[in-house]
């Protein structure tokens, strides 16, 4: 079946521009997770959807970002005023259920800030 | 002190030797362990999971010790397809997963 999907694969913003990033889950799974990665970095957590559950956001690191997720499927990040410190590889992953299951990214969306 | 830490390596081995990576992990809590693989510019993917008596899924191995709070990947007989970024994970409670920072291997003809 179809994996985790995200869109755009690549963008390029200036400094100060918002963004949205779009993230496609497998269906039927109620977990979802973004990430990033920098160059040579490990995962960066940033926030958890579980269910209908309150989301995680302990990992959002400042206020310019947000991430909801409507009817408990698609899933949107938004960073607003970007910085150049905000370019890095967006990740999105599902699971069946919770954090323990096996976790399925997509192919991540390249952000590059200029 | 990182959650996850790793030898980020790189590990560089001939095809067909054995290799091992450590990971220690600083939270006693944690209760799952899991290995995922990240090829260059891809994204991750599960490798194993690893259980506290050990398991083994052809030429991987993966072993955890609580007592010492670390956790072991083995691979014998290396593939040059084996090259790539392997990720130590945790994970406890409803919490999310941790990563480490990964360890680079690369597999030499």
């Known amino acids: 079946g179809a994996g985790v999907s995200q869109s755009p694969s690549n963008k390029v913003t200036e400094k100060g521009k918002d963004v949205e990033l779009r993230c496609d889950p497998i269906s039927g799974h109620t977990a979802l997770y973004w990430y990033r990665q920098s160059l040579g970095q490990g995962l960066e957590f940033l926030i958890y959807?579980?269910?209908?559950?309150?989301?995680?956001k302990s990992g959002l690191p400042s206020d310019r970002f947000s991430a909801e997720r409507t009817g408990g499927s698609v899933s949107t990040l938004t960073i607003q005023r970007t910085q150049q410190e905000d370019s890095a590889v967006y990740l999105c992953?599902?699971?069946?259920?919770?954090?323990?299951?096996?976790?399925?990214f997509g192919p991540g969306t390249r952000l590059t800030v200029l | 002190r990182k959650e996850v830490e790793q030898d980020p390596g790189p590990f560089n081995v001939p095809e067909g030797a054995t290799v091992a990576f450590n990971c220690t992990y600083s939270n006693s809590a944690s209760q799952s362990f899991f290995w995922y693989r990240q090829d260059c510019r891809k994204e991750p993917k599960l490798l194993m999971s690893?259980?506290?008596s050990g398991n083994e899924d052809g030429r991987f191995t993966a072993q955890l010790n609580r007592a010492s709070q670390y956790i072991s990947l083995l691979i014998r007989d290396s593939k040059l397809s084996d090259s790539a970024t392997y990720l130590c994970?945790?994970?406890?409670?409803?919490?999310?997963?941790?990563f480490g920072k990964g360890t680079r291997l690369s597999v030499i003809a």
């Open positions: 994970v945790s994970h406890r409670g409803n919490t999310p997963l941790v």
């Open positions: 959807f579980q269910g209908n559950s309150a989301p995680d």
């Open positions: 992953a599902s699971s069946l259920r919770g954090a323990d299951n096996e976790q399925f």
């Open positions: 690893v259980y506290s």
